[in-house]
């Protein structure tokens, strides 16, 4: 018996594939946070605030899905870590 389309030979094969996709999708998680170390650097980025100025209080910030977890920044690309209560020295007050 050499049927592959038997019901649980389809099981087999579908719990197989869902198992391998597992460490690719917590790959894809881990991957997704990213930072921009050539712009952190340029800008000389610090996770700390400088006195009262903080990526939160900063035109460029764009927040992430929690409040006071990491978001990204319009002029770092591709940086998915930027620290609510980060600086760096292109700092520009929110209006
Ligand atoms: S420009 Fe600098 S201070 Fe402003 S959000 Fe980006 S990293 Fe933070």
Same mark, same amino acid.
């Given at each position: ?11 087999? +094969?579908?719990? @197989?594939?869902? =198992?391998?996709?597992? $460490?690719?999708? &917590? ?25 009262? +100025?903080?990526? @939160?209080?900063? =035109?460029?910030?764009? $927040?992430?899905? &929690? ?25 520009? +007050?929110?209006?």
């Amino acid at each position: 018996m050499t049927n592959s389309s038997t019901p649980r030979r389809r099981f087999l +094969k579908i719990g @197989s594939a869902a =198992l391998a996709m597992i $460490p690719v999708v &917590a790959f894809s998680d881990r991957a997704i946070a990213a930072t921009n170390a050539a712009m952190r650097g340029a800008l000389k980025y610090q996770d700390k605030p400088l006195a009262e +100025k903080s990526c @939160s209080t900063c =035109l460029q910030f764009v $927040p992430g899905a &929690a409040a006071k977890g990491p978001g990204g920044c319009k002029i770092m690309p591709g940086d998915t870590e930027i620290s609510p209560t980060g600086y760096c020295t292109a700092w520009v +007050k929110k209006a």
